[in-house]
């Protein structure tokens, strides 16, 4: 069984960037999809990106599309979500997950594995 844990998460300055990281035990990533959702207060959790197992494919949300960026390190075991010119609208916890579908995913309940989540919070 795969564990994945969140790192790189904090208080930041709207514009400003915050490079997430997930670090997986127990399983090597290359055979998942990975994603990153993050869920706000009193919201429903969303799909931010998405990675294919050879990081060739990927998805980005409109609401962060030209601003985030998933990529992967499969030799480290390690999914990045690099967030540039964050805005207050991106607080939230954020969460990777692994999925065993052939397919590139957004769809929440095709994710298995999950961290714990990592808390960024967006000031104005």
């Known amino acids: 069984q795969v564990q994945l844990v969140e790192s790189g998460g904090g208080l930041v300055q709207a514009g400003g960037s915050l490079r997430l990281a997930c670090a997986a035990s127990?399983?090597?990533?290359?055979?998942?999809?990975m994603g990153w959702f993050r869920q706000a207060p009193g919201k429903e959790r969303e799909s931010v990106a998405a990675?294919?197992?050879?990081?060739?494919?990927?998805f980005h949300a409109d609401s962060v599309k030209g601003r985030f960026t998933i990529s992967r390190d499969n030799a480290n075991n390690v999914v990045y979500l690099q967030m540039n010119s964050l805005q207050p609208e991106d607080t939230a916890v954020y969460y990777c997950?692994?999925?065993?579908?052939?397919?590139?995913?957004?769809?929440?309940?095709?994710?298995?594995?999950w961290g714990q989540g990592t808390q960024v919070t967006v000031s104005s």
């Open positions: 127990g399983r090597t990533l290359s055979g998942y999809i």
């Open positions: 997950a692994a999925a065993t579908s052939a397919q590139l995913t957004t769809n929440q309940y095709n994710y298995r594995a």
């Open positions: 990675i294919s197992g050879s990081g060739i494919r990927t």
